[in-house]
């Protein structure tokens, strides 16, 4: 993961919680928390997390356009559904 700036494992997390989050908040890093030596998660300012939000309502918003204009109206009914599955 390249937007990763650097890396903490959770037992160092434990001790040095409050400047992680300090570093992501104001520094606008994205720390890297691993366990077992593998990345477990990411902690990331709230403006990361909400630029991913407003990112994924568009990506949302796209897919539902593109889908509504392919609707052509045609409409399967549970039971043939049910039919099909059997």
Do not use: C, P, W
Not at 14 to 25: E, K, Q, Y
Request: proline content about 0%.
């Amino acid at each position: 993961m390249d937007t990763v700036t650097s890396r903490i494992s959770t037992r160092d997390l434990r001790s040095h919680l409050a400047d992680v989050v300090g570093r992501a908040r104001y520094g606008r890093e994205r720390i890297g928390v691993t366990r077992n030596g593998k990345l477990a998660a990411v902690v990331i300012s709230v403006e990361d997390l909400e630029a991913l939000e407003a990112f994924e309502m568009q990506q949302d918003l796209q897919a539902y356009r593109e889908a509504k204009a392919a609707d052509d109206g045609t409409r399967v009914s549970l039971e043939d559904v049910r039919a099909d599955l059997a």
